[in-house]
C-alpha cells in the first residue's frame, strides 16, 4: 500500500506499506510526481516496509524521475530521512546521497528519521 501525507513543519511522509497492492507501482510513481511538484520547502519521510519490486518499466519511469525533478528537488527539499524496517546498513543513503545535494540519512525506525528531519523543518507559524 502507498501513501503520500502532507504533515505539519512542511513534511511530507511516503510510506510503501503491507500489504502490498497490484496498484503499488503505479501509486508509487503517481507520489513521486507529487513529491517532484511541491513548491518546497520541505523534509521528506519515505518508510519502505513493504516488499514491493518495480517493473522493468517502473525503473525506468523511476530512474526518469530522478533526472527529471533533480534541480528541482535540490531547490525545494531540505532532507531525506528514509525508514527501511529491518535493513541495517542499507546502502540507501549512500547511493540516494549521490543524487542529491540534501542530506540523506537511513533508520531502522520511524522515531529516529523524525528526529533527524526536525531541524530541516519549517518552524510553527
Not at 87 to 93: E, L, V
Not at 94 to 120: C, H
Amino acid at each position: 500500500m502507498v501513501r503520500l501525507d502532507t504533515e505539519a513543519g512542511g513534511l511530507l511522509r511516503l510510506a510503501l506499506d503491507v500489504p502490498t497492492m497490484p496498484t503499488d507501482e503505479a501509486d508509487y510513481l503517481a507520489a513521486l510526481h507529487r513529491i517532484g511538484a511541491q513548491p518546497g520547502p520541505f523534509v521528506l519521510l519515505a518508510r519502505f516496509a513493504g516488499q514491493a519490486m518495480l517493473s522493468q518499466a517502473g525503473e525506468r519511469a523511476q530512474a526518469l524521475w530522478f533526472k527529471a525533478t533533480r534541480a528541482h528537488m535540490n531547490e525545494t527539499c531540505r532532507a531525506l530521512a528514509m525508514v527501511r524496517p529491518g535493513k541495517a546498513g542499507s546502502r540507501s543513503a549512500e547511493v540516494f546521497g549521490k543524487l542529491w545535494t540534501f542530506p540523506v540519512a537511513v533508520f531502522e525506525e520511524e522515531d529516529a528519521a523524525r528526529a533527524f528531519l526536525r531541524p530541516f523543518m519549517e518552524p510553527p507559524g
